[in-house]
T-cell receptor
Framework: DVKVTQSSRYLVKRTGEKVFLECVQD?????MFWYRQDPGLGLRLIYFSYDVKMKEKGDIPEGYSVSREKKERFSLILESASTNQTSMYLC???????????????????FGAGSRLTVL | AQKITQTQPGMFVQEKEAVTLDCTYDTSDQSYGLFWYKQPSSGEMIFLIYQGSYDEQNATEGRYSLNFQKARKSANLVISASQLGDSAMYFCAMREGQRRKLIFGQGTELSVKP
């Protein structure tokens, strides 16, 4: 029962190509996230979306854009891929935390299996 | 400034022994949450355990426990009776106050020896 699906497990692209990474969740979650994972740096947040058509920049948004036209789908776009964007990309989703600070183990992120992108 | 610091890039432990993975954090918020995730070689992140800043007791989930020392701003993960299947990357993460995003540390690669 896969809950967060990333369409491509491995991609190889050329410098300058436009790259789409797709993520779909079937849990009716409001919040979705794109992280980038690099050795020694851990996971760094690129963008997140807290609702349909809503997005917010993370810590490293440069060179990336996102699209969330439907609740279940969150796409990461590399307008012109560069070699320094070679990385593992992880998508995640979560229920909305609402307007109050509610800390619960249920508010964890559910991750996809990741997309390993190589830009030549 | 690094908000979440994991100072052990790699750790080895003998099967059936206990191991502690270190995590320190930096926040000025009074309300925050701390998470640990496991990432096996397959790549998928698996949630292990959660600790809220107001929780008075250390969190436990089966063989996992979180040694939460608020004054020291540390949230170490303790795995008891290590198994070969525990070999993986482990990430500590924090969410501050009402901020939506989760901040991750650099990760620790744990190898369990038979």
């Amino acid at each position: 029962d896969v809950k967060v699906t990333q369409s491509s497990r491995y991609l190889v692209k050329r410098t300058g190509e436009k790259v789409f990474l797709e993520c779909v969740q079937d849990m009716d979650h409001e919040n979705m996230f794109w992280y980038r994972q690099d050795p020694g740096l851990g996971l760094r947040l690129i963008y997140f979306s807290y609702d349909v058509k809503m997005k917010e920049k993370g810590d490293i948004p440069e060179g990336y854009s996102v699209s969330r036209e439907k609740k279940e789908r969150f796409s990461l776009i590399l307008e012109s891929a560069s070699t320094n964007q070679t990385s593992m990309y992880l998508c995640a989703s979560r229920v909305s935390l609402g307007g109050t600070v509610t800390f619960s183990g249920a508010n964890v992120l559910t991750f996809g299996a990741g997309s390993r992108l190589t830009v030549l | 400034a690094q908000k979440i610091t994991q100072t052990q890039p790699g750790m080895f432990v003998q099967e059936k022994e206990a191991v502690t993975l270190d995590c320190t954090y930096d926040t000025s918020d009074q309300s925050y949450g701390l998470f640990w995730y496991k990432q096996p070689s397959s790549g998928e992140m698996i949630f292990l355990i959660y600790q809220g800043s107001y929780d008075e007791q250390n969190a436990t989930e089966g063989r996992y426990s979180l040694n939460f020392q608020k004054a020291r701003k540390s949230a170490n993960l303790v795995i008891s009776a290590s198994q070969l299947g525990d070999s993986a990357m482990y990430f500590c993460a924090m969410r501050e106050g009402q901020r939506r995003k989760l901040i991750f540390g650099q990760g620790t690669e744990l190898s369990v020896k038979p």
